[in-house]
Antibody
Framework: EVQLLQSGGGLVQPGGSLRLSCVASEHSFSRDAMSWVRQAPGKGLEWLSYISRGGGTTYYADSVKGRFTISRDNSKTTLYLQMNSLRAEDTAVYYC????????????WGQGTMVTVSS | ETVMTQSPVTLSLSLGESVTLSCRASQSVSNKLAWYQQRPGQAPRLLIYAASTRATGIPARFSGSGSGTDFSLTISSLQSEDFAVYYCQQYDDWPPITFGQGTRLEIK
């Protein structure tokens, strides 16, 4: 089964930027649509962004639209989330997630990476 | 945006008991409904998709039902590893994909 390994979290000041990465263990990555989901401390799950298998279609939650950019490099089996203009309310654990074929449920998740926005 | 509402927020049960968790959508989502389990410090784990299809490797004691706006997840004969938070998710009316606020299952 494919595994997703995340990196790139950390502490950043308000207004700053951060890029998250999510590397898939198998080259079947190119056949899978992907999303980013986050979870603020003690809170529930919030879907953030979706990207199609080829990268040509992307969607965003209103809370991050215009600030975050999802992308992928299928040759490197890597998913990215570029986060700009970060705010305190962006503090959360961020997960990448693979969608089930022909479904938008997610059957494989990364381990999560913590992003803390604070001065 | 389709709002997902789960009930109850918290449930306290004993090992071996059975439980049914509820999830209601603010509008019909057909059968585009998934259930996830999240244990403390772990990523969510897909249990059910398409309202009633068990994901790979999920034990038969987990079952999902419903369509339209009302859905349920039943766990029969609770085991210690089942005490966790459960989320429903709709993926019919999207973007955005939306989650319920979660139901916490506690050991009595």
């Amino acid at each position: 089964e494919v595994q997703l390994l995340q990196s790139g979290g950390g502490l950043v000041q308000p207004g700053g930027s951060l890029r998250l990465s999510c590397v898939a263990s198998e080259h079947s990555f190119s056949r899978d649509a992907m999303s980013w989901v986050r979870q603020a401390p003690g809170k529930g799950l919030e879907w953030l962004s979706y990207i199609s298998r080829g990268g040509g279609t992307t969607y965003y939650a209103d809370s991050v639209k215009g600030r975050f950019t999802i992308s992928r490099d299928n040759s490197k089996t890597t998913l990215y989330l570029q986060m700009n203009s970060l705010r305190a309310e962006d503090t959360a654990v961020y997960y990448c997630a693979k969608h089930v074929t022909e479904s938008l449920s997610s059957d494989v998740w990364g381990q999560g990476t913590m992003v803390t926005v604070s001065s | 945006e389709t709002v997902m509402t789960q009930s109850p927020v918290t449930l306290s049960l004993s090992l071996g008991e059975s439980v049914t968790l509820s999830c209601r959508a603010s509008q019909s989502v057909s059968n585009k409904l998934a259930w996830y389990q999240q244990r403390p410090g772990q990523a969510p784990r897909l249990l059910i998709y398409a309202a009633s299809t068990r994901a790979t490797g999920i034990p038969a004691r987990f079952s999902g039902s419903g369509s339209g706006t009302d859905f349920s997840l039943t766990i029969s004969s609770l085991q210690s590893e089942d005490f966790a938070v459960y989320y429903c998710q709709q993926y019919d009316d999207w973007p955005p994909i939306t989650f319920g606020q979660g139901t916490r299952l506690e050991i009595k």
